[in-house]
């Protein structure tokens, strides 16, 4: 039997420069994206962003945080046109692998109505530990949030 070894995606943590690509994503991905302003200041070092890239083109990315002992997932997109593909559930390796090395938890917000979302989340072990009343904006309204976690330690 031959061992066969699978190329390791290529991942990077995004910089400053990577605003555009990581906008075009944001603003297709999300009904309610970030404000550039707010994905500036992530890129500018104020949380992990690790994005997907492929010959310079970007297929996903998220960002994440850690703090008071806890590492939250503040935003994950992947190209829509690239779904079901792999992209979101190879972001959420890294983040976990990541997130193993400096917290005891591990967070995130999802929209209720995001059932591809929550079930990838759950193949992650995330269990779903509460819930926020009108989090989210939509076009009709607010919509709930539930929050999940994930024991790390």
């Known amino acids: 039997m031959q061992l066969q070894i699978k190329p390791l995606p290529p991942l990077r943590l995004l910089v400053p420069t990577d605003i555009d690509k990581v906008m075009a994503i944001e603003t297709v991905a999300h009904s309610h994206p970030w404000k550039r302003t707010s994905m500036e200041d992530s890129l500018?070092?104020?949380?992990?962003?690790?994005?997907?890239?492929?010959?310079?083109?970007?297929?996903?990315?998220?960002?994440?945080?850690?703090?008071?002992?806890?590492?939250?997932?503040?935003?994950?997109?992947?190209?829509?046109?690239?779904?079901?593909?792999?992209?979101?559930?190879?972001?959420?390796e890294d983040l976990v692998a990541w997130a193993e090395k400096r917290a005891d938890s591990?967070?995130?917000?999802?929209?209720?109505?995001?059932?591809?979302?929550?079930?990838?989340y759950e193949r992650f072990d995330f269990m779903e530990v509460?819930?926020?009343?009108?989090?989210?904006?939509?076009?009709?309204?607010?919509?709930?949030?539930?929050i999940m976690a994930r024991h790390l330690r």
């Open 106 to 120: 591990l967070f995130l917000e999802v929209r209720v109505s995001n059932a591809r979302a929550i079930r990838l």
């Open 44 to 92: 500018a070092g104020h949380h992990r962003c690790v994005g997907w890239l492929e010959d310079d083109r970007l297929l996903g990315f998220y960002i994440a945080s850690t703090g008071g002992g806890d590492a939250e997932l503040l935003d994950i997109a992947v190209d829509p046109k690239l779904r079901k593909r792999g992209v979101g559930a190879c972001l959420m």
């Open 130 to 146: 509460g819930e926020r009343p009108n989090y989210y904006p939509t076009a009709k309204g607010k919509e709930n949030a539930l």
